[in-house]
């Protein structure tokens, strides 16, 4: 069993930033693709970033390429995501996924992640 813990969401104006942060236990964090994933009102589940992991693999969505970076830090177990130049549209429940892979390259797909945060909220006012 993987567990997952969301932090650093909250309310900011459009054009801001935050930082989202996923702590990890319960395996060995450098065995984990890690993913983040939104979801807002009303709306399916929209994929965000994956990495792989050793950080060599990276996907984002398209609706936030060039604005959102993730990155890992496998000595503390972690996640992170940079959002910066926020829009309203990017006004979600945002969570962290993990499943364990053999392979580099980290799944986009939310049903192949095994593990999940409880999510953390994103507000974005314009």
């Known amino acids: 069993q993987v567990q997952l813990v969301e932090s650093g969401g909250g309310s900011v104006q459009a054009g801001g930033s935050l930082r989202l942060s996923c702590a990890a236990s319960g395996r060995t964090f450098s065995s984990l693709a890690m993913g983040w994933f939104r979801q807002a009102p009303g709306k399916d589940r929209e994929f965000v970033a994956a990495i792989g992991r050793s950080s060599v693999t990276i996907y984002y969505g398209d609706s936030v390429k060039g604005r959102f970076t993730i990155s890992r830090d496998n000595a503390k177990n972690t996640v992170y995501l940079q959002m910066n130049s926020l829009k309203p549209e990017d006004t979600a429940a945002y969570y962290c996924?993990?499943?364990?892979?053999?392979?580099?390259?980290?799944?986009?797909?939310?049903?192949?992640?095994?593990?999940w945060g409880q999510g953390t909220q994103v507000t974005v006012s314009s």
């Open positions: 996924a993990a499943v364990q892979r053999l392979w580099v390259t980290p799944p986009v797909g939310s049903h192949e992640y095994a593990y």
